[in-house]
């Protein structure tokens, strides 16, 4: 066990990293973040910061040294460097990434393991993407590596779409359209002794590519299907030896759930877990990675939606604290812009008691 008092480092400096600092400041512990970028909004409420490459060895060792246990909050973290990292003090291990930083790589594992993806192919020239426009129809082609929120995607309604589409950037992966009920994610934490615990499913609803709201319950299209897409992601944990926070997003379809993305890591569709949940994803991420018991995943309301604040200044989100049921959470990112996600606001809801 890592005792309190002990520090944790934390491999990004966005706002997943700073709700991971928080909450490991509520356990006692301190963190130190490690991130390419000056600016860090996980630095501003962390005990430590250090700026420094990806790829600048040494500085990664000496942080490395200064830690008692290492995680990271987001899944482009490069794999290469993290050799410098003694192996049983990083958590999750590397293999995680490895799997989730390529789109192609996480198809295959997830099927190794009994998932469903939708129909897909890779494609590196404009023939390969024309022979999988003929064979699966109308789709989205993705870069294999990196993009979010809708970034690096492109949606082809028409053959002409993919005569037409610079093929230039190369390491891509064509996926078939899915027709689908509903979005929605899996959540687990796996503790360092293999416990699994699973938070309520929430269903997703996005805006543009970037989500914009998880509710739960919920619907019954959902809760339906969160049995089997839960095999799946206690499958992927335990092939992997992971430790901490999973997330594992699925379409709700009439054959069942289908597979799309997994993130090692703690997730946007759990934010709503901080005042929602008895036993938030942050903190049972802290608790799983230092080895102490996990936390009631229950829920704390009746019903609860998360809504992110996109492209939203403090000002204009201030105003939902009007509302007695909200919990706002800004991440200090600065200066309001288009499609960026600047923070959430959580709604719980009680039913009266009769």
């Excluded at 926070?245 to 379809?253: G, I, K, M, N, S």
Aim: proline fraction near 5%; charged fraction near 25%.
């Amino acid at each position: 066990m890592i005792e309190p008092g002990a520090t944790i480092g934390i491999l990004g400096g966005g706002q997943l990293g700073r709700m991971l600092s928080m909450a490991a400041a509520q356990l006692g512990y301190r963190c130190h973040i490690y991130a390419p970028e000056s600016q860090s909004v996980a630095g501003d409420v962390s005990a430590r910061f250090t700026s420094a490459p990806w790829h600048t060895q040494g500085a990664l060792a000496a942080f490395a040294r200064q830690c008692d246990v290492i995680t990271y909050e987001f899944e482009n973290v490069p794999v290469e460097p993290l050799a410098a990292i003694e192996a049983d003090k990083l958590a999750p291990g590397p293999q995680a990434l490895e799997v989730a930083q390529d789109r192609l790589a996480e198809k295959r594992f997830a099927e190794d393991v009994g998932g469903r993806p939708a129909p897909y192919a890779p494609v590196d020239t404009r023939e390969e993407l024309l022979a999988a426009f003929d064979r699966l129809g109308p789709g989205i082609l993705k870069t294999r590596r990196e993009g979010y929120d809708g970034k690096g995607q492109w949606r082809l309604a028409a053959r002409e779409d993919a005569e037409t589409l610079d093929m230039s950037r190369g390491g891509l992966i064509y996926e078939a359209l899915v027709r689908f009920e509903a979005e929605f994610s899996v959540i687990l934490v796996r503790g360092r002794d293999g416990e699994i615990r699973f938070w309520d499913s929430a269903h997703n609803e996005h805006e543009s590519g970037i989500l914009a709201r998880s509710t739960l319950p919920a619907p019954d299209a959902v809760i339906r299907q969160v049995d089997e897409a839960r095999g799946l992601a206690a499958a992927v944990a335990e092939k992997l030896g992971y430790v901490g926070v999973l997330t594992l997003e699925f379409f709700a379809t009439g054959d069942g759930p289908v597979f799309n993305e997994m993130a090692p890591r703690v997730h946007n569709s759990g934010h709503w877990s901080i005042e929602g949940a008895v036993t938030s994803q942050f903190e049972n991420h802290i608790r799983a990675i230092c080895g102490l018991p996990l936390g009631d995943t229950a829920l704390a309301g009746d019903r609860v939606e998360m809504r992110n604040l996109i492209g939203t200044d403090g000002g204009e989100a201030a105003h939902c604290l009007s509302d007695p049921q909200a919990h706002l959470h800004f991440y200090g990112k600065g200066e309001a812009r288009s499609g960026r996600k600047m923070g959430h606001v959580t709604y719980i809801y009680r039913e009266p008691a009769r």
